[in-house]
């Protein structure tokens, strides 16, 4: 029978199979004699390597089994539970989102439900009666990152008398689709401080928590002077938190946790009017500075058919914190050409990369280089498939 092992650093348990061949093999001894052939190269010895496969999966299947409640560990309806010990949850699936210009025979009313189509025949929901000429609200029938660049929704489904275009003068908000478990166990570290009263660990677990919110970068001054921090100038005794995504008000009502009578620093301003006192109090925050990121990843392929697509959809995949223990594009988080790479080598097992390379968009190609590319407080990297270059060596 296998044993267990505890590895006390990071409460993983591990089966310690180096015995299973042994006690099986003396099992057969045991009932046929000691001189019973057990070699793998003999009838008997294949159906004794059957029973050790067995054996050994199980204990693996145990081992998984036990790892459940360890949190750091935990997966699916198990890392759900171990979540919701401390009130959190993961994010549900969500719609991208889009406001279109309607336009055609003035009063013409549009309602709720109507249907318009992208150039990529993806289908997009109105969410309320209006009147034409306007600009209301639209949802993908799709749930996910469901794609439309400035112009690309144009073509009317729904046959209403009277409405003749539709345009959309702003890219769509993408949405997502359920958050993954590598995802979940992150957040959950993050959101560990939630119902403490340290201010900073409980301003950042609260506001990380919110609906939408996927980063957050934190400072506080506590002196009596003007200082600039990381790059911030911050008012004497004053907070700064740069927070990507979310809402405004919603940010503005969890960032109350912070201490009495401290200031606020930030570009965006959003009133909050406290519950118990009635008093209207001017809230500020950050939103990241985005910096486009261009890639050039040049790899060795083995018998992949779609190399050059499966290597972008690995950068992307990295990009977007979707690899076990890796980051990804994070608000303030340098962006580092090995990890991109290592990351493309841990999801393509016939992919060898040569060599990967990095620059900032605006610096063109010709700043391409393997060097790291750090990022301030305020700023977030993006990166878009048309932005990754790959060459087979």
């Known amino acids: 029978m296998a044993l267990y092992n505890y590895i006390t650093v990071n409460g993983t348990i591990v089966p310690d199979t180096s015995a299973i061949k042994e006690e099986v093999e003396a099992e057969y001894k045991a009932i046929y004699g000691a001189d019973f052939v057990v070699d793998s190269s003999t009838e008997q010895g294949r159906e004794i390597d059957a029973e050790v496969t067995s054996r050994i999966s199980v204990a693996r299947n145990n081992a998984l089994l036990a790892n459940q409640i360890n949190p750091n560990m935990a997966s699916g309806v198990f890392l759900d539970a171990d979540y919701a010990l401390m009130g959190g949850e993961r994010d549900g699936q969500e719609q991208s989102t889009v406001e279109l210009t309607l336009a055609g025979v003035a009063g013409t009313i549009v309602l709720a439900g109507s249907v318009v189509e992208d150039v990529n025949k993806q289908l997009w929901v109105s969410q309320s009666d209006t009147a034409l000429p306007s600009a209301t609200s639209f949802r993908s029938v799709e749930f996910g990152v469901i794609n439309a660049a400035i112009g690309e929704i144009n073509t009317i489904v729904s046959g209403v008398l009277g409405w ?12 997502k689709l359920e958050q993954t478990d590598q995802s979940t166990r992150r957040q959950r570290k993050i959101e560990l401080g939630k119902n403490s009263k340290s201010n900073a660990f409980s301003i950042i677990a609260a506001i990380h928590s ?34 990507d995504s979310g809402v405004d008000s919603e940010i503005a009502e969890a960032y109350q946790i912070k201490s009495g009578g401290s200031g606020y620093n ?3 301003s959003v009133p909050y009017t406290d519950t118990d006192s009635g008093q209207v109090i001017t809230v500020k925050f950050d939103r990241p500075t985005l910096l486009p990121i261009i890639c050039k990843v040049s790899a060795r392929v083995g018998a992949s058919l779609n190399a050059v697509e499966d290597i972008k959809d690995a950068v992307l995949a990295y990009a977007n914190g979707e690899i076990d223990n890796e980051l990804g ?32 968009k605006s610096d063109g190609t010709g700043a391409y280089s393997s060097d790291t590319i750090p990022m301030q407080i305020f700023e977030k990297a993006t990166i878009i498939r048309g ?6 060596l």
């Not at 932005?387 to 087979?392: A, N, R």
């Open 387 to 392: 932005d990754i270059e790959v060459v087979i």
């Open 164 to 175: 003749e275009t539709v345009t959309n003068a702003a890219a769509a908000s993408p949405g």
């Open 210 to 243: 919110l609906e939408g919110v996927s980063g957050i970068s934190y400072r506080e001054n506590f002196t009596d002077s003007q200082v600039i921090i990381d790059g911030v100038t911050l008012e004497p005794h004053s907070n700064y938190a740069c927070v």
């Open 329 to 360: 594009f994070y608000l303030a988080e340098p962006i580092s050409p090995f990890e991109i790479g290592s990351a493309v080598n841990v999801s393509l097992s016939d992919v060898f990369i040569g060599k990967c390379e990095i620059a900032l």
């Open 266 to 268: 930030g570009s965006v």
